[in-house]
């Protein structure tokens, strides 16, 4: 394994049709190297008992499957089943953002028990009456102690600037790091179709500008001022110079499918992505999965079929983010 080896992922938020341990074996299967694992009700949720043991049980089943993992905690309705991604972290009742900045914490401790190799999470949207120097002071005190238990964990904590967002560009996430002082484990989630979203830098000059914060990494096509996550080929995106730059950067973390509103046809996308992915980078791991035996031959993974009829994808909804 080479220093610039790219290692793909898919998102969790893309196979909720899928029960989590079938999703795990699919993604193995199809030769991915690892999964951002969303925390929601569908798949490993949060917030019920047990959280430690279920972790544990997930841990050992990504071992005997040879993946890695990251933890996102962009879960819809997670923590309130009427607001898509509320609470947030810039609420003006100070127990709304203690319940956000409780999730994060439990995702610091999962992400400790799989470990994982990054924590991702966002700002929120700015609250209705909430003046932009007020939620800025909100988020850096709301993530101090998020922080603290990252680096206590030695788990980056990896924000990401989610267009619609207050952190929307990756000059925002630098406001933040500046306003909490550089901390070592504070680093950034970078999502390239946000990059063709809004970013004034092409995509791969964003990778190479943001790669001393790199700590993961999301992908999927996009149009230029629409954010809405498209698969590959659909969008505008050149990805053999995104993934070059990538590659250049020596970054060791996954680059993570993000296809949220993709779960009616999850497998399907799942097994156009990676070879898609395979075919533009320069230098993409091949793996065979260590739950094969050395010699024996592969399960079968049937190829996608297109549909008779087009499928329907939902529409992007218009609260703030399409997740």
């Not at 047990?50 to 990251?70: E, M, N, S, W």
């Not at 101090?144 to 680096?151: G, Q, S």
């Not at 788990?155 to 000059?171: D, I, K, S």
């Not at 790091?177 to 550089?182: E, I, V, Y």
Request: proline letters at 11%; aromatic letters at 4%; glycine letters at 8%.
């Amino acid at each position: 394994m080479t220093p610039d080896d790219l290692r793909f992922g898919y998102g969790t938020n893309g196979l909720t049709d899928l029960r989590l341990d079938d999703a795990l074996a699919l993604l193995a299967d199809l030769g991915y190297d690892g999964v951002g694992l969303t925390l929601d009700h569908m798949h490993l949720d949060p917030l019920t008992p047990r959280l430690a043991a279920r972790t544990r049980k997930v841990a050992r089943r990504l071992d005997a499957l040879g993946l890695r993992a990251t933890v996102e905690t962009g879960a819809r309705y997670v923590l309130d089943p009427r607001r898509k991604h509320g609470p947030s972290l810039l609420d003006p009742d100070p127990d709304d953002r203690a319940r956000r900045v409780d999730l994060l914490l439990r995702a610091v401790r999962v992400a400790v028990d799989l470990g994982a190799h990054a924590v991702h999470c966002f700002s929120g949207l700015l609250p209705p009456g909430t003046d932009e120097d007020t939620a800025w002071k909100r988020l850096a005190e709301s993530l101090a102690p998020v922080l603290d238990a990252a680096t206590a964990s030695g788990v980056p904590l990896a924000v990401e600037p989610e267009p619609g967002h207050l952190l929307a560009t990756l000059a925002g996430f630098h406001r933040l790091r500046r306003t909490l002082g550089d901390p070592e484990h504070l680093g950034l989630t970078l999502d390239i179709g946000h990059c063709q979203c809004l970013e004034p830098l092409p995509p791969a000059e964003c990778v190479t500008a943001a790669a001393p914060w790199l700590r993961h990494v999301q992908i999927e096509d996009m149009r230029r001022g629409v954010h809405e996550h498209l698969p590959f080929g659909d969008g505008e995106i050149d990805f053999p110079p995104v993934l070059a730059a990538l590659a250049a950067t020596g970054y060791q973390g996954l680059t993570v499918v993000e296809l949220p509103r993709h779960s009616h046809a999850g497998p399907r996308h799942a097994a156009l992505s990676l070879p898609f992915l395979r075919r533009a980078a320069p230098h993409a791991r091949r793996r065979l999965p260590p739950h094969r035996e050395a010699g024996s031959a592969p399960r079968a993974v049937p190829a996608p079929v297109p549909p008779a009829v087009p499928e329907h994808t939902p529409p992007a909804a218009p609260e703030g983010s399409p997740r």
